[in-house]
C-alpha cells in the first residue's frame, strides 16, 4: 500500500537514481513497492546477467548479500551497494569455507558446481556456478563420466541428480524457506482449491516437488502462470513472486503454499525483507553500505561464473 512517506521516497530515489546515474535491480521476493521503481526484476541468473552489461556507475542491488557480491564480480569497475548489509542468506551460511573444503578433500577428483546462492569464498573453490534457472544444462553441459560436486542446496542438487543421472555428491544445506513447506497443508489446500495447479520451486523438499504440476525457478514459474490456462496456483517459493504474476494476469488466484508453522500466514525471506524504500533511499544518498572485495578472490570467484555465463548465453538462457 502506498504512503505519504513511501510516495517521498519514491520520488527521492527517482532524482538519486538520475543524478547518480545509477541503477537498481530487483530479486522477485522483493516487496511489490520495491520491484516496482526498481529499473530491472528478475531471478538470479538474469540479474546476474543485466549486472554484466549496464552502462550504470551504480548498482543499488535490492535482494541479499550474494547477489550483490556477483554483481560487483561480474562488475568489478561499478559502486555495487546493498541497501542492508545484514541481508544474508541462510542457504548461503550453511556452507562456510573451511568446511567446504575439507569436503572438497574428502571428495577428491570432482567437479565442483556451485549453486549462486554462496559467498564469494564459495565460489572461488568451485569450477562452475550455476543458478536454479540453468542447474540442469550446467550439469549436462559437462562430459558424461565427470564426478561432480553439488553444493549447497541439498534438494536442488537431488533434483539435479534426478534429473540427469549424474554421478553427484551433494551438499547438505538448505533455504529456510523452502525447506518449511508443508506437504499436509499444500493437499488440503489443493482439496479445498481442486482446480489449482502446484507450482514448486526446485530448492523444496522432494515430496512437494513430487505433488507438483510444474517445477521452476522463479522466473521458469511466473512463465508458466504467464502461458499456463489454470485460474488458481498453489505457488511453493517465497510469496514476492506473485506480485510479477497479479501484475502478469490480474484475474488469475495465487495462493502461497503454507509452511510448517501455521502461525505464518505466508513464506516470506527474512533477509530479503530487509531492504526497504527507506533503506534503499539512504543507501543511495550515502553511497553505502557497499560491497567490497579482494581483488584476488574477486578474480578467482569470475571464473567460475563467467563459465556459467557463456554456458547459459550458448544454450539461449
Ligand atoms: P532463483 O532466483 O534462481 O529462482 O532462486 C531463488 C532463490 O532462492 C534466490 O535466493
Ligand atoms: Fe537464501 Fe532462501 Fe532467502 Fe533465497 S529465499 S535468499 S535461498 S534464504
Not at 537498481?24 to 530491472?40: E, M, N, V
Not at 553444493?151 to 554421478?167: C, S
Request: charge should be neutral; hydrophobic fraction near 40%.
Amino acid at each position: 500500500m502506498k504512503t505519504e512517506t513511501s510516495d517521498y521516497y519514491i520520488t527521492e530515489i527517482k532524482k538519486l537514481k538520475a543524478e547518480k546515474n545509477a541503477i537498481i535491480l530487483a530479486h522477485f521476493y522483493q516487496t511489490g513497492d520495491i520491484q516496482d521503481i526498481s529499473d530491472f526484476v528478475g531471478d538470479s541468473l538474469a540479474l546476474s546477467q543485466k549486472a554484466a552489461a549496464n552502462s550504470a556507475d551504480i548498482i543499488v542491488f535490492a535482494g541479499v548479500k550474494f547477489m550483490a557480491e556477483t554483481a560487483k564480480i561480474l562488475a568489478p569497475e561499478k559502486k555495487v551497494l546493498l541497501p542492508d548489509i545484514n541481508a544474508g542468506c541462510s542457504l548461503a551460511d550453511s556452507c562456510k569455507a573451511d568446511d567446504f573444503k575439507k569436503f572438497l578433500k574428502a571428495n577428491p577428483g570432482r567437479t565442483v558446481v556451485t549453486y549462486v546462492n554462496t559467498s564469494a569464498e564459495i565460489k572461488a573453490l568451485s569450477d562452475i556456478i550455476c543458478t536454479s534457472s540453468n542447474a540442469v544444462q550446467i550439469v549436462q553441459s559437462l562430459p558424461p563420466d565427470e564426478k561432480i560436486i553439488f553444493a549447497p542446496d541439498r534438494n536442488l542438487g537431488n533434483y539435479v541428480l534426478n534429473k540427469t543421472g549424474r554421478d553427484i555428491v551433494i551438499w547438505n544445506g538448505t533455504c529456510h524457506v523452502h525447506e518449511e513447506f508443508s506437504l499436509e497443508a499444500i493437499i488440503n489446500m489443493k482439496k479445498e482449491n481442486p482446480d489449482a495447479k502446484i507450482i514448486v520451486h526446485p530448492e523444496c523438499e522432494l515430496p512437494v516437488r513430487m505433488v507438483a504440476d510444474f517445477i521452476g525457478s522463479t522466473s521458469a514459474l511466473l512463465n508458466f502462470t504467464r502461458k499456463d490456462n489454470a485460474k488458481t496456483y498453489i505457488v511453493a517459493t517465497e510469496a514476492g513472486i506473485i506480485h510479477q504474476m497479479k501484475k502478469a494476469n490480474p484475474l488469475k488466484n495465487y495462493l502461497p503454499a503454507p509452511p510448517r508453522d501455521s502461525t505464518c500466514g505466508c513464506s516470506e525471506c527474512s533477509f530479503m525483507k530487509l531492504i526497504t524504500l527507506e533503506k534503499i533511499y539512504n543507501c543511495l544518498l550515502n553511497e553505502k553500505p557497499e560491497i567490497l572485495l579482494d581483488e584476488d578472490l574477486l578474480i578467482k570467484a569470475q571464473k567460475p561464473i563467467r563459465r556459467m555465463m557463456e554456458i547459459s548465453e550458448k544454450l539461449g538462457l
